[in-house]
Nanobody, 117 residues
Framework: QVQLVESGGGLVQAGGSLRLSCAASGRILSINVMAWYRQAPRKQRELVAR???????NYADSVKGRFTISRDNAKNTVYLQMNSLKPEDTAVYYC???????????WGQGTQVTVSS
């Protein structure tokens, strides 16, 4: 099993920045890909960004150029730096970990990000 604990969410004004962190514990050697998803009210959960163990990244079009995902394998932690935040970025952000492929095997509990206009 893998446990994921997110931190760093909060309330910020439009144009501001936040950094989310996700610390992994447990069977961390089994993890290949880590990712951030988000779910806004009345919307489906969507992929925001993901990063492989080797550092390859992918981003949703809506966050390209504003968000940066990074990974510290020594600390078993993945980060999401969010800049130029917009009200439409308001959502619960979830950390996810994958052992094989790109379908999440493990989820964190989520952290609320609210961007005021």
């Amino acid at each position: 099993q893998v446990q994921l604990v997110e931190s760093g969410g909060g309330l910020v004004q439009a144009g501001g920045s936040l950094r989310l962190s996700c610390a992994a514990s447990g069977r961390i050697l089994s993890i290949n890909v880590m990712a951030w998803y988000r779910q806004a009210p009345r919307k489906q959960r969507e992929l925001v960004a993901r990063i492989t163990r080797g550092g390859s990244t992918n981003y949703a079009d809506s966050v390209k150029g504003r968000f940066t995902i990074s990974r510290d394998n020594a600390k078993n932690t993945v980060y999401l730096q969010m800049n130029s935040l917009k009200p439409e970025d308001t959502a619960v952000y979830y950390c996810a970990a994958m052992s094989r492929g790109f379908s999440p095997d493990y989820w964190g509990q989520g952290t609320q990000v609210t961007v005021s206009s």
